[in-house]
């Protein structure tokens, strides 16, 4: 059978599911994780993600895209799969408080010499700080990434701003933009009037 002879295989409709919230963890003082049962979850694949919408008594709607790979879930994937590759996570945040998974983080590298975690804080830094301070920025990009020349894969997660200032970086930088991937979030096109 050819290409042209094989039949199309129907697309599965998604529909919504109402979900039961089952644990909920205070990953930092802005930030929690919700664990959702779904009776009909049947799984997912890397690379996608979860709509989640909130109903209100009252009949308010609140809707957000979840990313079922971000940063953290990439390196737990790789150590689960005992993947010990060089892999280099560069994390901005506000303030050491604002560090989502930060102990996982720090004991992941602690287990993997491969795994270098490098945080870089943009508003408060503890007294003594001797890591990064400020936005990630081209020169914090071309002082801690791995070199053009190694090819290394990229994923950049963030704000849409973020995420298109970072792959310039990197591209001005030399890196091939095939190599670099991206996941954004928050608004994605113009003002709502």
Partial sequence: MTVTETAARPVRRLK????QVREIA???YRVKSLLLHLPD???HLPGQHVDIRLTAEDGYQAQRSYSIASPPEV??????RNRHAPALLLYSSRS???VIYR???DAMAR????????NTLTRKQPEGWMGRRGRIDKALLAETCFPPQQNPKIFIC???????DVSRFLVELGYDPLTIKTERFGPSGGQAP
């Fill in 26 to 28: 205070v990953e930092t």
């Fill in 158 to 164: 963030g704000s849409t701003p973020f995420v298109e």
């Fill in 16 to 19: 919504w599911q109402l979900a």
């Fill in 75 to 80: 390196l737990r994937h790789r150590e689960r």
């Fill in 111 to 118: 287990r993997d010499p491969n795994l270098r975690v490098v």
């Fill in 103 to 105: 102990a996982e983080l």
């Fill in 41 to 43: 979850w049947r799984g």
């Fill in 96 to 98: 050491p408080e604002d």
